[in-house]
């Protein structure tokens, strides 16, 4: 169940994606031409993270780094590796970086608070007392893609910019009640790496411009 809902999460992301492609005058055909790279990109660098989170269990046989189907993704490692496959391949198309980012930034939160649902199934149940952190981060990320989605609507931009700053917040606060966080020595992983994701969030705001459509 939970990597039905994960394939859900990816599914409703894809077609939402596709549908306000086309409002906008883009070529659809991309969307799903993208779609295999970017999640090969995203299961890849999901695994990598999870991998060297827990790489004091698989140093001691590395090869079932390679057993995927018995679970284990890190969402940064999705996020930023998928993000990077998307990339290329827009390069490689010749095509508007920052609008396509734009679109596809919309309905990325709306798959992960359908993934992170899935947290229910494989009983992670730990969260701040009767609330697991799964429902928390669910129903933020989901609050994050309304906002998105209504930005979107009303200035049609930016929204890349705001998804990173929403979701290194969720992430930041999120993580002093997590039970499994990854740290080096005292560090924090996610946070640092969420305090990254709010700093270019900003930045690309900042280039961006104010909240007014593009003529």
Do not use: C
């Not at 933020?140 to 990173?164: A, E, K, P, S, V």
């Not at 917040?169 to 790496?193: K, L």
């Amino acid at each position: 169940m939970y990597g039905l809902l994960i394939s859900l999460g990816i599914i409703t992301s894809i077609l939402m994606t596709e549908k306000v492609a086309k409002k906008e005058g883009l070529d659809t055909n991309l969307v799903w031409e993208a779609t295999p790279w970017v999640i090969l990109s995203a299961v890849v660098g999901a695994r990598l993270y999870h991998v060297l989170d827990f790489w004091d269990v698989y140093s001691q046989n590395p090869l079932d780094a390679f057993a995927i189907w018995k679970g284990g993704l890190g969402i940064f490692g999705a996020l930023i590796f998928g993000l990077s496959g998307l990339v290329i391949f827009l390069r490689t198309k010749k095509q508007n970086l920052l609008k396509w980012l734009n679109i596809i930034s919309v309905p990325v939160p709306l798959a992960q608070a359908i993934g992170r649902a899935g947290n229910y199934f494989n009983k992670e149940l730990y969260g701040i007392g009767p609330i697991p952190f799964f429902a928390l981060e669910a129903t933020l990320d989901f609050i994050l893609f309304l906002i998105l989605y209504f930005w979107f609507i009303r200035y049609q931009r930016n929204t890349l910019g705001i998804y990173l700053v929403g979701y290194g917040f969720i992430r930041f606060a999120t993580e002093f009640f997590r039970n499994d966080s990854w740290h080096v020595e005292t560090t924090n992983v996610a946070q640092v790496i969420s305090i990254v994701f709010i700093l270019s969030g900003i930045l690309v705001i900042k280039r961006a411009g104010g909240p007014t459509k593009e003529p």
